[in-house]
């Protein structure tokens, strides 16, 4: 059977509550225990009484069983309808019937030692006991029915039944009568559970009576009646087959059903996990590449992201968030869905690279990281992203869905969190790492294995499955992040995963213990970025420092370029269109562009014959030189705007054409126009004409134009809203079981009798007498000079009572040196603190 962590502890008699069983354990039973149950942590119990009370608490029990695997569930469901306390030979016989299941059979005792470690169930193998809580929540009430379709007990079902309704029964059954109530439900329940009786009994049914048990035995077990029955339910009625539950419905006894069912519980008991079977097999190294390139795909996408919204981004909700007309507006600009842009969108804001500003009119914009995530090398920028991703609990499958007030959830929005993201993340990945190198999951046995790992958890929540969609976003996610290639996990997607599995996660495939709890810790997911950045960095394109120039006004860009030639590209070309090898395109507003940003003729001419591995086609290098010839003929500064030209003939053209109407300009002089019009609203209006006008300053001086770089002031990532509290390390587990530990023998130790009758009294209950300062004083300096222990009452600073165990060392200014037995230190402690203090009796420590 499972083990509590017993071994080395003598233990001679069977323990009578929960504590005692606890007191039992080991310190290794304990540190189970906690690891399995964080929240049973906080704050860390005084000892273990007070473990053993919030372990029976109804929200811990909740949250331990909604992490049990399907067939622990199905074995805590079994134990709920069975005896209190079930001997192991009764739980065996309901999980695996009166025909036996060999598989149930080897799987029961790991699951039996599945709810022990969590103290869901305690005792031995001849009283095993379902904590209180559990058995409330799973055993069949007036409330709720059972999960394993059973109904209440002959004796429950018959508890406002006249005793002569009773005896009638046993005469309709073939039974003797009794003389009292009692007598008749055990002779009644005595039939049911006897299958040779049973089985004679249900051979005079008839056929229509059968059918109606058919229709009950497997749940739920209520019927509705009519005040004159069917013959067939009056004969089941009349023998106690069926039971009132209220004037108008009946129900079907447990043990009748469990003699329908064969003495199972459940109708299926899964004892087996379902396989993860691979659907397709591809060779790893293809997985490899293809990952590979839609890594590098990922980078170019946030990159042209950050800069879309480089000079301000989408203004802020008023509740927050991005508003579905500027999501449409970022997905056209990324040429992706509305999903996926949402998804590029929220993973920015997770690695910290997008935040609001705070101003005024709130907008998005980039943060001072995003700079310095540009200057690291593609690998890393790349296991930035994942370090974000794999522990962030914000889920971007969630936006344009709406929350439980009816309210659409955008993205940047608030309520996005969900705690379960992680956990199922890191499962998903977790599972494609046990397949075959190279192969990808069905994906149907992939989320069968999902809700067998948490059912409760997995039942459908207001028509959706959660853990379904957030492992279907994952498996998408992975792809799109280049963490999967073709479906199937990398070899640089494996290193995001712990190096050394968990006894907890291989113990999932195997029955004995949990799947391992929580999601990817921040800590975890950036050490296992870095791990996968290493892998990925051989497999990524080197940037290139040249293009390839075409007689089209078109670039090819081999590869990925580097920074600066990007840049400068990207100033003096369009992007039209992405792939293998990006597409640029020279049109007269992006070279007027480039020569509005302060570059000459000569500059850009100079700057293309440099980076082109072909030669300058001449209808670029014409393009060039007729633009710079134009370009700044016409100058616009602020009046509220002019124009000047030194060709008056080119000013009457502007006044003559009818589209410079909206401009109201007018003659102030041969070479001069005045306009009413703003000079950016004027600039812009003579472009559109097809002039190529210089905006100047007040000196005369033409203005070289930049793209202002919006950025926040630094910003912090947002942090992961966990599912409870964070699975407690190695370090703080030991020092906790040594707390409660220590707990636990101050509050047990046994006191030296005083003399004083009423205050040995109250300490044999448990309880600390007050005592005056005076005798505190000298209690504890005499046990300072006998270097004797002796057991305090104390009150914190922020008035926490406790009680410990010290052993003086020194008392002096009002304060005593001691060794904390509760605590395991050395601590100080002020005198007026100490409410009480006696002596601890010599063999206690």
Known sequence: MGTDGNEGKGVTAAPRTLAEALRARGDEGLAVLLRARPDLLVPVPNDLTQLATRAGTRASVVRALERLDRFALQTAEALAVAPDPAPYSVLLAL???????????????????????????????????????????????????????????????????????????????????????????????????????????????????????????????????????????RWLRERGLLLPATARTVVLPREAALHLRGG?????????????????????????????????????????????????????????????????????????????????????????????????????????AFDEWLELPSPERWGRLLAAWLPATRTPGLVGGQDAKGRTLSALGPDLDRGAAPEVRRRVLALLAELPAGASPDADTLLARLRWERPLRGAATSGSDLRARLARWTLAEAETLGVTGRGALSTHGRALLPEAPSPESRGAAEGGMPVAEGGTSVAEAAAGAVRAAALLAPLLPEPVDHVLLQADLTAVAPGPLQRPL????????????????????????????????????????????????????????????????????????????????????????????????????????????????????????????????????????????????????????????????????????????????AGDQASSVVRKDTGDQDGDQERRGGKLPRTSAAETLATVQAAALTGSAVWIGYVNADGAASQRVIAPVRVEGGFVTAYDHTADEVRTYPLHRITGVAEVADDQL
Not at 176 to 192: E, G
Not at 286 to 311: M, R
Not at 621 to 633: E, K
Not at 724 to 729: L, T
């Open 95 to 233: 999980m695996a019937g009166d025909e036996g299941d060999p598989a149930v059979e080897a799987a029961l005792p790991g699951a039996v030692g599945v709810l022990r470690a969590q103290a869901l169930v305690w005792g031995d193998d001849e009283r095993l006991r379902l904590v209180r809580t559990a058995r409330e929540l799973l055993a069949p009430s007036s409330q709720h029915a059972s999960p394993t379709g059973l109904g209440p007990t002959v004796a429950e079902a018959t508890a406002g039944m006249s005793p002569g309704r009773l005896q009638e029964i046993l005469a309709a059954a073939g039974l003797p009568t009794t003389h009292d109530p009692v007598s008749a439900v055990a002779a009644l329940t005595a039939l049911f559970t006897d299958r040779d009786r049973m089985g004679a009994l249900l051979d005079t049914a008839p056929m229509e009576a059968l059918a109606v048990l058919d229709r009950l035995v497997w749940g739920p077990p209520y019927g509705e009646v009519t005040p004159h029955p069917a013959p067939p339910v």
């Open 264 to 368: 199972r519980a459940h109708r299926t008991p899964e004892p087996v996990p379902p396989v993860v079977a691979p659907a397709v097999e591809h060779r790893p190294q293809v997985v490899d590449n293809t990952a590979a390139g839609q890594a590098y795909t990922a980078l170019a996408t946030v990159e042209e992201l950050l800069k879309e919204w480089n000079e301000g981004g989408p203004a802020v909700l008023r509740a927050g968030g991005l508003s579905v007309r500027d999501l449409k507006r970022t997905a056209v600009a990324l040429d992706v869905s509305e999903p996926v842009a949402a998804f590029w969108v929220e993973l920015a804001y997770a690695a910290g690279l997008i935040a609001s500003d705070g101003e005024a009119d709130e907008r998005y914009a980039p943060t001072p």
């Open 566 to 741: 990007a840049e400068m590209l990207a100033v003096v070309a369009d992007v039209e269109s992405k792939g293998g090898a990006t597409v640029y395109r020279f049109t007269p507003a992006s070279v007027r562009r480039a020569l509005d940003s302060g570059q000459a003729a000569a500059d850009l001419h100079a700057f293309l014959a440099a980076h082109s591995r072909t030669p300058v086609p001449q209808p670029l290098a014409y393009l060039i030189d007729d633009v710079a010839r134009r370009h700044g003929h016409l100058r616009v500064g602020a009046a509220s705007a002019y124009v000047r030209c030194d060709d008056d003939a080119v000013l009457g053209e502007i006044l003559a054409d009818k589209r410079s109407a909206s401009l109201r300009l007018r003659r102030l002089a041969p070479t001069v126009l005045a306009a009413q019009a703003d000079p950016a609203a004027l600039l812009e209006g003579l472009r559109s004409m097809g002039f190529a006008p210089a905006a100047e300053s007040a000196e005369g001086d033409v203005l070289v134009t930049r793209a202002h770089a919006r950025r926040t002031p630094p910003r912090t990532p947002p942090a992961p809203v966990p599912d409870g509290p964070p699975v407690p390390d190695a370090t703080l587990l030991g020092a906790a079981v040594r707390a409660i530990r």
